[in-house]
Protein backbone atom coordinates (compact mmCIF):
# COMPACT_ATOMS: atom_id res chain seq x y z
CA UNK A 1 0.00 0.00 0.00
CA UNK A 2 1.84 3.52 -0.96
CA UNK A 3 0.91 6.16 1.40
CA UNK A 4 0.49 8.97 -0.44
CA UNK A 5 -0.47 12.66 1.68
CA UNK A 6 -2.91 14.85 -0.19
CA UNK A 7 -3.70 18.54 0.17
CA UNK A 8 -7.25 20.07 -0.50
CA UNK A 9 -5.89 21.59 -3.60
CA UNK A 10 -4.50 18.72 -4.74
CA UNK A 11 -7.42 16.86 -4.69
CA UNK A 12 -9.83 19.54 -5.90
CA UNK A 13 -7.05 19.68 -9.04
CA UNK A 14 -7.69 15.76 -9.50
CA UNK A 15 -11.23 15.95 -9.00
CA UNK A 16 -11.61 18.75 -11.86
CA UNK A 17 -9.40 16.49 -14.57
CA UNK A 18 -10.15 13.09 -13.43
CA UNK A 19 -13.64 12.71 -11.65
CA UNK A 20 -16.53 10.92 -13.64
CA UNK A 21 -18.67 14.36 -12.53
CA UNK A 22 -16.29 16.26 -14.11
CA UNK A 23 -16.36 14.29 -17.40
CA UNK A 24 -20.27 14.50 -17.44
CA UNK A 25 -20.30 18.26 -17.18
CA UNK A 26 -17.56 18.40 -20.32
CA UNK A 27 -20.01 16.02 -21.87
CA UNK A 28 -22.91 18.57 -21.63
CA UNK A 29 -21.06 21.19 -22.48
CA UNK A 30 -19.88 18.98 -25.87
CA UNK A 31 -23.74 18.58 -26.50
CA UNK A 32 -24.48 22.19 -25.82
CA UNK A 33 -21.38 23.19 -27.87
CA UNK A 34 -22.14 20.78 -31.15
CA UNK A 35 -25.89 21.86 -30.97
CA UNK A 36 -25.34 25.88 -31.16
CA UNK A 37 -22.86 25.08 -33.90
CA UNK A 38 -25.87 23.43 -35.92
CA UNK A 39 -27.82 26.26 -35.50
CA UNK A 40 -25.43 29.09 -36.59
CA UNK A 41 -25.08 26.46 -39.67
CA UNK A 42 -28.09 26.63 -40.30
CA UNK A 43 -27.72 30.41 -41.03
CA UNK A 44 -25.21 29.82 -44.17
CA UNK A 45 -25.74 28.71 -47.43
CA UNK A 46 -25.58 25.09 -47.62
CA UNK A 47 -24.63 23.24 -50.73
CA UNK A 48 -26.72 19.95 -51.93
CA UNK A 49 -26.00 17.57 -54.53
CA UNK A 50 -28.82 15.35 -55.48
CA UNK A 51 -28.57 12.42 -57.72
CA UNK A 52 -30.74 9.82 -59.43
CA UNK A 53 -27.71 7.46 -61.01
CA UNK A 54 -29.86 5.42 -62.41
CA UNK A 55 -33.14 4.94 -62.28
CA UNK A 56 -34.42 1.69 -64.76
CA UNK A 57 -38.26 0.61 -65.23
CA UNK A 58 -39.57 -2.21 -67.36
CA UNK A 59 -43.07 -2.51 -66.35
CA UNK A 60 -47.03 -2.30 -67.19
CA UNK A 61 -48.85 0.92 -66.27
CA UNK A 62 -52.70 1.87 -66.51
CA UNK A 63 -53.14 4.50 -69.40
CA UNK A 64 -56.57 6.40 -70.63
CA UNK A 65 -57.06 6.10 -73.97
CA UNK A 66 -58.65 8.98 -76.52
CA UNK A 67 -62.29 7.27 -76.21
CA UNK A 68 -62.27 7.06 -72.33
CA UNK A 69 -61.26 3.65 -71.72
CA UNK A 70 -57.86 2.56 -70.48
CA UNK A 71 -55.61 -0.03 -71.80
CA UNK A 72 -51.80 -0.90 -70.12
CA UNK A 73 -48.83 0.16 -71.95
CA UNK A 74 -45.24 -1.39 -71.66
CA UNK A 75 -42.65 1.50 -70.29
CA UNK A 76 -39.03 0.36 -70.75
CA UNK A 77 -36.82 3.11 -69.93
CA UNK A 78 -34.03 3.97 -68.05
CA UNK A 79 -33.64 7.60 -66.30
CA UNK A 80 -30.78 9.63 -64.58
CA UNK A 81 -31.34 12.90 -62.78
CA UNK A 82 -28.90 15.20 -61.17
CA UNK A 83 -28.92 18.45 -59.37
CA UNK A 84 -26.45 20.76 -57.13
CA UNK A 85 -28.31 24.12 -55.38
CA UNK A 86 -27.39 26.50 -52.67
CA UNK A 87 -29.74 27.22 -50.12
CA UNK A 88 -29.79 29.99 -48.20
CA UNK A 89 -32.80 30.35 -44.86
CA UNK A 90 -33.68 33.71 -44.79
CA UNK A 91 -33.95 34.65 -41.05
CA UNK A 92 -35.82 37.47 -41.53
CA UNK A 93 -38.80 36.23 -43.08
CA UNK A 94 -38.30 32.73 -42.34
CA UNK A 95 -38.08 31.49 -46.33
CA UNK A 96 -35.50 29.75 -48.05
CA UNK A 97 -34.09 30.76 -51.37
CA UNK A 98 -32.13 28.70 -53.69
CA UNK A 99 -29.53 29.00 -56.39
CA UNK A 100 -29.66 25.45 -58.19
CA UNK A 101 -28.83 23.84 -61.52
CA UNK A 102 -29.91 20.82 -63.21
CA UNK A 103 -30.00 18.42 -65.45
CA UNK A 104 -32.02 15.01 -66.65
CA UNK A 105 -31.51 12.38 -68.96
CA UNK A 106 -33.90 9.94 -70.69
CA UNK A 107 -33.41 6.59 -72.80
CA UNK A 108 -35.94 4.34 -74.03
CA UNK A 109 -34.94 1.12 -74.65
CA UNK A 110 -37.76 -0.06 -76.83
CA UNK A 111 -35.42 1.57 -79.73
CA UNK A 112 -37.99 4.04 -80.87
CA UNK A 113 -37.33 7.76 -79.25
CA UNK A 114 -33.95 7.24 -78.15
CA UNK A 115 -32.04 9.39 -75.83
CA UNK A 116 -33.36 12.82 -74.57
CA UNK A 117 -32.08 15.62 -72.29
CA UNK A 118 -33.63 17.96 -69.96
CA UNK A 119 -31.57 21.04 -68.95
CA UNK A 120 -32.12 23.49 -66.05
CA UNK A 121 -28.89 25.73 -66.40
CA UNK A 122 -30.08 28.18 -63.94
CA UNK A 123 -33.11 28.74 -61.24
CA UNK A 124 -33.63 30.62 -58.98
CA UNK A 125 -36.50 29.49 -56.51
CA UNK A 126 -38.20 30.77 -53.34
CA UNK A 127 -40.60 29.21 -50.78
CA UNK A 128 -41.60 31.88 -48.50
CA UNK A 129 -44.33 31.09 -45.67
CA UNK A 130 -46.91 33.99 -45.08
CA UNK A 131 -48.39 34.82 -41.38
CA UNK A 132 -46.82 31.51 -39.96
CA UNK A 133 -44.26 31.95 -37.16
CA UNK A 134 -40.65 32.32 -38.18
CA UNK A 135 -38.86 29.32 -36.34
CA UNK A 136 -35.45 30.61 -37.46
CA UNK A 137 -35.54 34.63 -36.29
CA UNK A 138 -36.97 32.67 -32.94
CA UNK A 139 -34.04 30.54 -32.81
CA UNK A 140 -31.43 33.36 -33.54
CA UNK A 141 -32.89 34.72 -30.51
CA UNK A 142 -33.20 31.71 -28.17
CA UNK A 143 -30.33 29.54 -29.32
CA UNK A 144 -27.52 31.96 -27.97
CA UNK A 145 -29.02 32.09 -24.62
CA UNK A 146 -29.16 28.59 -24.33
CA UNK A 147 -25.70 27.95 -25.65
CA UNK A 148 -24.63 31.24 -22.84
CA UNK A 149 -26.85 28.95 -20.36
CA UNK A 150 -24.61 26.03 -21.13
CA UNK A 151 -21.62 27.65 -20.72
CA UNK A 152 -22.23 29.16 -17.29
CA UNK A 153 -23.36 25.58 -16.04
CA UNK A 154 -20.38 24.15 -16.91
CA UNK A 155 -18.21 26.09 -14.78
CA UNK A 156 -20.99 25.86 -12.07
CA UNK A 157 -20.94 22.17 -13.01
CA UNK A 158 -16.91 22.51 -12.17
CA UNK A 159 -17.30 23.97 -8.97
CA UNK A 160 -19.87 21.91 -7.49
CA UNK A 161 -17.35 18.96 -8.60
CA UNK A 162 -14.95 21.37 -6.26
CA UNK A 163 -18.05 20.73 -3.68
CA UNK A 164 -18.62 17.31 -3.87
CA UNK A 165 -14.52 16.73 -3.28
CA UNK A 166 -14.25 18.96 -0.42
CA UNK A 167 -17.26 17.06 0.82
CA UNK A 168 -14.92 14.01 0.54
CA UNK A 169 -11.86 15.27 1.30
CA UNK A 170 -13.09 16.21 4.94
CA UNK A 171 -15.73 13.17 5.29
CA UNK A 172 -11.72 11.30 5.05
CA UNK A 173 -9.89 13.73 7.56
CA UNK A 174 -12.39 13.62 9.84
CA UNK A 175 -12.38 9.60 9.62
CA UNK A 176 -8.58 9.77 10.27
CA UNK A 177 -8.70 12.07 12.76
CA UNK A 178 -11.17 9.76 14.83
CA UNK A 179 -8.72 7.07 14.56
CA UNK A 180 -5.91 9.23 15.69
CA UNK A 181 -8.07 10.17 18.41
CA UNK A 182 -9.91 6.65 19.27
CA UNK A 183 -6.02 5.06 19.25
CA UNK A 184 -4.55 8.57 21.17
CA UNK A 185 -7.60 7.21 23.64
CA UNK A 186 -6.54 3.66 24.01
CA UNK A 187 -3.09 4.48 24.65
CA UNK A 188 -4.33 6.72 27.59
CA UNK A 189 -6.93 4.60 28.55
CA UNK A 190 -4.41 1.40 28.88
CA UNK A 191 -1.98 3.90 30.43
CA UNK A 192 -4.35 4.88 33.32
CA UNK A 193 -5.90 1.27 33.62
CA UNK A 194 -1.78 0.09 34.70
CA UNK A 195 -1.31 2.97 37.28
CA UNK A 196 -5.03 2.22 38.65
CA UNK A 197 -4.57 -1.25 38.87
CA UNK A 198 -0.94 -0.32 40.92
CA UNK A 199 -2.44 1.74 42.83
CA UNK A 200 -5.45 -0.56 43.78
CA UNK A 201 -3.05 -2.78 45.13
CA UNK A 202 -1.51 0.23 47.40
CA UNK A 203 -5.46 0.92 48.49
CA UNK A 204 -4.80 4.43 47.17
CA UNK A 205 -7.94 3.69 44.67
CA UNK A 206 -11.56 2.49 44.45
CA UNK A 207 -12.64 -1.05 42.84
CA UNK A 208 -15.18 1.40 41.34
CA UNK A 209 -12.69 3.32 40.02
CA UNK A 210 -10.81 0.75 38.84
CA UNK A 211 -13.68 -1.10 36.95
CA UNK A 212 -14.26 3.01 35.12
CA UNK A 213 -10.73 2.42 33.96
CA UNK A 214 -11.00 -1.38 33.00
CA UNK A 215 -14.32 -0.31 30.84
CA UNK A 216 -12.71 2.82 29.42
CA UNK A 217 -10.16 0.31 27.63
CA UNK A 218 -13.28 -1.40 26.42
CA UNK A 219 -15.14 1.21 24.70
CA UNK A 220 -11.25 2.67 23.41
CA UNK A 221 -11.00 -0.61 21.85
CA UNK A 222 -14.10 -0.82 20.25
CA UNK A 223 -14.81 3.06 18.89
CA UNK A 224 -11.07 2.74 17.58
CA UNK A 225 -12.52 -0.58 15.77
CA UNK A 226 -15.47 1.34 14.45
CA UNK A 227 -13.23 4.37 13.52
CA UNK A 228 -10.78 2.36 11.48
CA UNK A 229 -13.89 0.52 9.41
CA UNK A 230 -15.03 4.27 8.79
CA UNK A 231 -11.75 5.25 7.81
CA UNK A 232 -11.44 2.68 5.00
CA UNK A 233 -15.03 3.06 3.96
CA UNK A 234 -14.57 7.01 3.39
CA UNK A 235 -10.83 6.11 1.90
CA UNK A 236 -12.73 4.16 -0.77
CA UNK A 237 -15.04 6.93 -1.23
CA UNK A 238 -12.56 9.62 -2.12
CA UNK A 239 -10.02 7.38 -4.06
CA UNK A 240 -13.21 6.38 -5.92
CA UNK A 241 -14.12 10.05 -6.43
CA UNK A 242 -10.87 10.86 -7.74
CA UNK A 243 -10.37 7.88 -10.21
CA UNK A 244 -7.11 6.85 -8.26
CA UNK A 245 -6.23 3.38 -8.00
CA UNK A 246 -6.81 0.90 -4.68
CA UNK A 247 -3.15 0.93 -3.77
CA UNK A 248 -3.00 4.27 -2.43
CA UNK A 249 -3.84 5.09 0.92
CA UNK A 250 -4.65 8.75 1.22
CA UNK A 251 -3.72 11.07 4.15
CA UNK A 252 -5.57 14.25 4.33
CA UNK A 253 -3.45 17.19 4.93
CA UNK A 254 -5.74 19.49 7.74
CA UNK A 255 -5.89 22.95 5.59
CA UNK A 256 -3.54 25.17 7.93
CA UNK A 257 -4.88 28.69 6.51
CA UNK A 258 -7.87 29.71 5.45
CA UNK A 259 -8.25 33.37 2.82
CA UNK A 260 -9.43 36.24 5.01
CA UNK A 261 -12.68 37.30 2.95
CA UNK A 262 -15.89 39.38 4.01
CA UNK A 263 -18.61 39.48 1.19
CA UNK A 264 -21.04 41.85 0.61
CA UNK A 265 -24.86 40.50 -0.30
CA UNK A 266 -25.36 43.10 -3.17
CA UNK A 267 -22.18 42.56 -4.56
CA UNK A 268 -22.54 38.81 -4.43
CA UNK A 269 -25.82 39.32 -5.73
CA UNK A 270 -24.99 41.37 -8.40
CA UNK A 271 -22.35 38.81 -9.79
CA UNK A 272 -24.87 36.04 -9.24
CA UNK A 273 -27.42 37.52 -11.27
CA UNK A 274 -24.85 38.46 -14.18
CA UNK A 275 -22.87 34.83 -14.41
CA UNK A 276 -24.71 32.07 -12.90
CA UNK A 277 -26.66 29.69 -15.64
CA UNK A 278 -29.69 31.17 -13.68
CA UNK A 279 -30.13 34.14 -15.06
CA UNK A 280 -29.84 32.83 -18.69
CA UNK A 281 -32.25 29.61 -17.79
CA UNK A 282 -34.76 32.40 -16.97
CA UNK A 283 -34.24 34.85 -20.47
CA UNK A 284 -34.29 31.38 -22.03
CA UNK A 285 -37.42 29.82 -20.64
CA UNK A 286 -39.31 32.81 -20.63
CA UNK A 287 -37.83 33.06 -25.02
CA UNK A 288 -39.31 29.91 -25.49
CA UNK A 289 -42.85 30.99 -23.92
CA UNK A 290 -42.88 33.78 -25.91
CA UNK A 291 -42.20 31.43 -29.42
CA UNK A 292 -45.23 29.02 -28.16
CA UNK A 293 -47.41 31.66 -27.83
CA UNK A 294 -46.32 32.83 -31.76
CA UNK A 295 -46.28 29.56 -32.97
CA UNK A 296 -49.90 28.88 -31.89
CA UNK A 297 -51.29 31.86 -33.29
CA UNK A 298 -49.33 31.43 -36.45
CA UNK A 299 -51.21 28.15 -36.97
CA UNK A 300 -54.33 29.91 -36.94
CA UNK A 301 -53.86 30.27 -40.92
CA UNK A 302 -51.29 28.56 -43.53
CA UNK A 303 -50.30 30.43 -46.33
CA UNK A 304 -47.06 29.64 -48.52
CA UNK A 305 -45.80 31.42 -51.42
CA UNK A 306 -43.25 29.16 -54.17
CA UNK A 307 -41.60 31.38 -56.80
CA UNK A 308 -39.50 29.44 -59.16
CA UNK A 309 -37.50 31.81 -62.19
CA UNK A 310 -34.81 30.57 -64.41
CA UNK A 311 -34.29 28.64 -67.70
CA UNK A 312 -34.52 25.22 -69.43
CA UNK A 313 -33.48 23.29 -72.32
CA UNK A 314 -34.45 19.88 -73.87
CA UNK A 315 -32.88 17.87 -76.67
CA UNK A 316 -31.65 14.48 -78.13
CA UNK A 317 -28.25 15.71 -77.38
CA UNK A 318 -26.46 16.58 -74.25
CA UNK A 319 -25.19 20.23 -75.72
CA UNK A 320 -28.06 21.22 -77.28
CA UNK A 321 -30.20 20.63 -74.55
CA UNK A 322 -27.69 23.58 -73.14
CA UNK A 323 -29.14 25.81 -76.22
CA UNK A 324 -32.32 27.26 -77.67
CA UNK A 325 -33.09 28.06 -73.88
CA UNK A 326 -36.48 29.02 -72.92
CA UNK A 327 -38.47 30.45 -69.62
CA UNK A 328 -38.87 28.22 -67.16
CA UNK A 329 -40.99 30.22 -64.64
CA UNK A 330 -43.63 28.51 -61.33
CA UNK A 331 -45.71 31.05 -59.04
CA UNK A 332 -47.50 29.10 -56.36
CA UNK A 333 -49.40 30.22 -53.37
CA UNK A 334 -51.26 27.57 -51.19
CA UNK A 335 -52.97 28.39 -48.20
CA UNK A 336 -54.93 26.32 -45.54
CA UNK A 337 -57.23 28.51 -43.76
CA UNK A 338 -59.82 26.84 -41.21
CA UNK A 339 -63.30 27.86 -41.83
CA UNK A 340 -65.22 25.86 -39.04
CA UNK A 341 -62.42 24.07 -36.18
CA UNK A 342 -64.67 24.33 -33.15
CA UNK A 343 -62.30 26.73 -31.37
CA UNK A 344 -59.60 24.12 -31.59
CA UNK A 345 -56.82 26.61 -32.84
CA UNK A 346 -57.95 29.60 -30.78
CA UNK A 347 -57.92 26.99 -27.80
CA UNK A 348 -54.00 26.41 -28.79
CA UNK A 349 -53.24 29.87 -28.23
CA UNK A 350 -54.98 30.33 -24.61
CA UNK A 351 -53.47 27.38 -23.67
CA UNK A 352 -49.81 28.30 -24.95
CA UNK A 353 -50.60 32.10 -22.98
CA UNK A 354 -52.02 30.32 -20.40
CA UNK A 355 -48.30 28.16 -19.97
CA UNK A 356 -46.60 31.53 -20.56
CA UNK A 357 -48.08 33.03 -17.64
CA UNK A 358 -47.39 29.73 -15.54
CA UNK A 359 -44.18 30.09 -16.16
CA UNK A 360 -43.38 33.77 -15.77
CA UNK A 361 -44.87 32.76 -11.67
CA UNK A 362 -42.36 30.24 -11.58
CA UNK A 363 -39.51 32.45 -12.65
CA UNK A 364 -40.69 35.30 -10.38
CA UNK A 365 -40.86 32.59 -7.61
CA UNK A 366 -37.33 30.88 -8.68
CA UNK A 367 -36.00 34.65 -8.75
CA UNK A 368 -36.70 35.09 -5.33
CA UNK A 369 -35.80 32.08 -3.80
CA UNK A 370 -32.14 32.45 -5.91
CA UNK A 371 -31.54 35.67 -4.01
CA UNK A 372 -32.90 34.47 -0.93
CA UNK A 373 -30.60 31.52 -0.79
CA UNK A 374 -27.63 34.10 -1.82
CA UNK A 375 -28.52 36.13 1.59
CA UNK A 376 -28.49 32.90 3.47
CA UNK A 377 -25.05 31.59 2.09
CA UNK A 378 -23.55 35.33 2.22
CA UNK A 379 -24.31 35.14 6.18
CA UNK A 380 -23.51 31.58 7.16
CA UNK A 381 -20.09 32.40 4.98
CA UNK A 382 -19.13 35.94 6.85
CA UNK A 383 -20.37 33.78 10.21
CA UNK A 384 -18.56 31.15 9.30
CA UNK A 385 -15.07 32.27 10.26
CA UNK A 386 -15.45 33.53 13.30
CA UNK A 387 -16.96 30.13 14.12
CA UNK A 388 -13.57 28.42 12.68
CA UNK A 389 -11.69 31.01 15.16
CA UNK A 390 -13.73 29.78 18.29
CA UNK A 391 -13.50 26.43 17.52
CA UNK A 392 -9.95 26.44 16.64
CA UNK A 393 -9.48 28.64 20.42
CA UNK A 394 -11.96 25.20 21.64
CA UNK A 395 -9.58 22.35 20.79
CA UNK A 396 -6.66 24.32 22.21
CA UNK A 397 -8.29 24.61 25.20
CA UNK A 398 -9.81 21.19 25.81
CA UNK A 399 -6.89 19.53 24.39
CA UNK A 400 -4.62 21.21 27.44
CA UNK A 401 -7.44 20.65 29.79
CA UNK A 402 -7.53 16.83 29.18
CA UNK A 403 -3.21 16.78 29.60
CA UNK A 404 -4.32 18.78 32.78
CA UNK A 405 -6.64 16.28 34.09
CA UNK A 406 -4.63 13.53 33.26
CA UNK A 407 -1.75 14.85 35.38
CA UNK A 408 -4.17 15.62 38.32
CA UNK A 409 -5.70 12.33 37.90
CA UNK A 410 -2.48 10.24 38.37
CA UNK A 411 -2.04 11.86 41.87
CA UNK A 412 -5.52 11.11 43.04
CA UNK A 413 -6.82 14.87 42.69
CA UNK A 414 -9.99 14.05 40.27
CA UNK A 415 -12.65 10.95 39.46
CA UNK A 416 -12.89 8.88 36.83
CA UNK A 417 -16.21 10.77 35.68
CA UNK A 418 -14.01 14.18 35.58
CA UNK A 419 -11.37 12.55 33.14
CA UNK A 420 -14.28 11.10 30.91
CA UNK A 421 -15.83 14.25 31.28
CA UNK A 422 -12.79 16.48 30.10
CA UNK A 423 -11.80 13.11 27.54
CA UNK A 424 -15.03 13.73 25.78
CA UNK A 425 -14.82 17.59 25.27
CA UNK A 426 -11.70 17.23 23.82
CA UNK A 427 -12.61 14.94 21.01
CA UNK A 428 -15.86 16.67 20.26
CA UNK A 429 -13.39 19.75 20.13
CA UNK A 430 -11.09 18.56 17.21
CA UNK A 431 -14.22 17.18 15.66
CA UNK A 432 -15.84 20.85 15.47
CA UNK A 433 -12.61 22.17 14.60
CA UNK A 434 -12.43 19.89 11.36
CA UNK A 435 -16.34 20.26 10.90
CA UNK A 436 -16.19 24.50 11.02
CA UNK A 437 -13.67 23.84 8.65
CA UNK A 438 -15.05 21.71 6.06
CA UNK A 439 -18.10 24.23 6.28
CA UNK A 440 -16.02 27.41 5.70
CA UNK A 441 -14.90 25.78 2.31
CA UNK A 442 -17.93 24.45 1.43
CA UNK A 443 -20.11 28.09 1.71
CA UNK A 444 -16.90 29.26 0.22
CA UNK A 445 -17.32 26.83 -2.95
CA UNK A 446 -20.76 27.30 -3.27
CA UNK A 447 -20.57 31.04 -3.35
CA UNK A 448 -17.96 30.52 -6.39
CA UNK A 449 -20.08 28.14 -7.95
CA UNK A 450 -23.20 30.58 -7.76
CA UNK A 451 -21.36 33.82 -8.84
CA UNK A 452 -18.45 31.95 -10.96
CA UNK A 453 -16.39 34.49 -9.53
CA UNK A 454 -12.75 34.24 -7.64
CA UNK A 455 -13.07 35.91 -4.16
CA UNK A 456 -9.92 35.78 -3.63
CA UNK A 457 -8.23 37.01 -6.80
CA UNK A 458 -11.10 39.16 -7.57
CA UNK A 459 -11.12 38.11 -11.12
CA UNK A 460 -14.25 35.94 -12.61
CA UNK A 461 -14.31 33.07 -13.25
CA UNK A 462 -14.09 31.62 -17.03
CA UNK A 463 -12.86 28.88 -19.87
CA UNK A 464 -11.62 29.13 -23.47
CA UNK A 465 -14.58 27.08 -24.40
CA UNK A 466 -13.21 26.08 -27.83
CA UNK A 467 -10.32 24.50 -26.80
CA UNK A 468 -12.50 22.64 -23.66
CA UNK A 469 -14.62 20.57 -26.36
CA UNK A 470 -11.97 19.76 -28.38
CA UNK A 471 -9.63 17.93 -25.92
Known amino acids: MHHRPITLDEAILLARVQSVDAA ?128 AAFLSATEEVTMTTINHFFNLLLARENVNIARQNLANAEKLHEVAMAKRRMGQISENDLLQLELNVLDARSTLTSNESSLKSNMFALRSFLALGEDEELEPVVPDSVPDVLLNYDEVLDKALKNNSFAHNIRRRQLEADYEVAKAKGNMREITLFAQVGYTGTDNRFDSAYRRLKDNQVVEVGFKIPILDWGKRRGQVKVAQSNREVTESKLRQEAMNFNQNIFILVEQFNNQQAQLHLADEADRIARKRYHTNVETFLIGKISTLDLNDSQTQKDEARRKHITELFYYWYYYYQLRSLTLWDFVAGTGIDADFDKIVRR
Open 24 to 151: VALNELKTAYWEYRTFRADLLPEVNLTATLPSYNKSYNSYQQDDGSYTFVRNNYMQMSGQLSIDQNIWLTGGTLSLNTSLDFLRQMDGTVGNRFMSVPLALTLNQPIFGVNTIKWDRRIEPVRYAEAK
